[in-house]
């Protein structure tokens, strides 16, 4: 039987995922699935350029408790987010400084037990947007005739791409519903049956018991003289 943090990391393998930016708009994406030891830190880096949109969620897929605690760091040192022992978080910041945010998963208060962490960080980038309207303006203006077609091809391409990342966001936060579900019933599943097993155990030597002292009772070897 596998023991629990071998189940662990072996789920922990099997949903990891890194989303990468896509170069056809301003959103920069970024998934990551990871093991956190027990009794350990962990930090992630982000960088970021000044008055940026970042969106930050994470949760807690697996591990006793399913809690950790979360601390989001700026670049100039200011501690934006501190939580303590939560199961899931999502936290805006608008707009951003320039540099590296930090972003810190802490299990310290556990010493025995290993977590899987699930987390997700979105980037709207303000200067990206603008710098690709502003080729499209350039490239409409010289194009005067195709002038209402372009911009409705436009539209229409950014809203595909918009309604296109929104599900791809839906998906990855139900796999990571899905890999704590699936945790959680493998792990109810084993002491279900740990329990269960050791119940009819018990049912059986009660069993045997009764009977074994019932049969000497009436097992009565002795003759009776008349």
């Known amino acids: 039987m596998m023991t629990s943090s071998a189940q662990l990391y072996l789920m922990g393998c099997l949903t990891l995922t890194v989303g990468l930016a896509f170069d056809l708009g301003p959103n920069q994406n970024m998934e990551f699935t990871f093991m956190l030891p027990a009794g350990g830190t962990e930090c992630f880096y982000q960088t970021t350029t000044r008055d940026d949109t970042m969106e930050i969620e994470y949760q807690v ?134 329990w269960s097993c050791l119940n009819l155990i018990v049912m059986l030597g009660v069993a045997i018991t009764q009977i074994y002292t019932l049969r000497r009772l009436f097992d009565n070897t002795k003759r009776v003289c008349t």
């Open 61 to 194: 897929i697996a591990g006793s408790g399913l809690d950790v605690g979360f601390a989001l760091i700026s670049p100039s040192g200011h501690r934006v987010v501190s939580e303590f022992r939560t199961s899931d978080g999502i936290h805006m910041v608008d707009p951003t400084e320039f540099g590296d945010y930090r972003l810190c998963f802490d299990n310290s208060f556990s010493k025995l037990s290993e977590k899987m962490v699930f987390f997700k960080v979105i980037i709207n980038s303000q200067s990206n947007t603008a710098g690709g309207q502003d080729e499209w303006i350039d490239f409409t203006v010289s194009e005067t005739v195709a002038d209402y077609r372009l911009e409705e091809i436009r539209g229409r391409m950014d809203s595909v791409y918009r309604h296109l990342e929104k599900t791809r966001q839906v998906q990855t936060v139900l796999r990571a519903f899905e890999a704590r579900d699936r945790y959680l019933l493998e792990d109810n599943l084993w002491r279900v049956s740990f």
